[in-house]
C-alpha cells in the first residue's frame, strides 16, 4: 500500500492509503470532533469500487471513532453531472435558516 500524508490550510492533517495496484484509496485516516466536541481518531474505508462515465467510484464507505463503527453507506447509483432545476435552490417562506443564530445572540 501507498500512504500520503495530507496537510490542510487550517493545519488540519489527513492520511490516505492507496491500493498499490490500483492506486485506489481504500483507507483515510484523520483526528476529528465527534458529536460531543471530543477529539477522535477517525477511520474511513472506501470500498466496492466501479467504473461510472470512465470513472473508478467508490459505492461503499464505513467510518469509524475511536475503533466504534459510526457510520456505513451503500450507494446503489452514482450519476455525474446530471441536470438540476434551478427550483431546487429556492428557499421556500418555511425553510428554516440556514445557519440559526448561535443561542444567546440576538
Known amino acids: 500500500c501507498l500512504e500520503i500524508e495530507q496537510t490542510f490550510a487550517n493545519g488540519k492533517k489527513a ?11 481504500f483507507m483515510t485516516k484523520t483526528k476529528t470532533k465527534n458529536q460531543m466536541g471530543q477529539d477522535v481518531n477517525e477511520e474511513s474505508y472506501h470500498l466496492d469500487y466501479r467504473k461510472v462515465d470512465g ?9 469509524f471513532h475511536d475503533g466504534a463503527e459510526m457510520f456505513n453507506v451503500t450507494l446503489k447509483e452514482i450519476k455525474f453531472n446530471t441536470k438540476i432545476d434551478d427550483s431546487q435552490f429556492v428557499l421556500k417562506d418555511d425553510a428554516p435558516p ?9
Not at 492520511?15 to 484509496?25: C, G, H, Q, R, W
Not at 467510484?57 to 464505513?62: G, H, R, V
Not at 440556514?98 to 440576538?106: D, Q, R, V, Y
Open 15 to 25: 492520511t490516505v492509503y492507496l491500493d498499490a495496484k490500483s492506486y485506489l484509496p
Open 55 to 63: 470513472v473508478m467510484t467508490s459505492f461503499k464507505a464505513n467510518v
Open 98 to 106: 440556514a445557519s440559526p443564530e448561535p443561542a444567546g445572540k440576538k
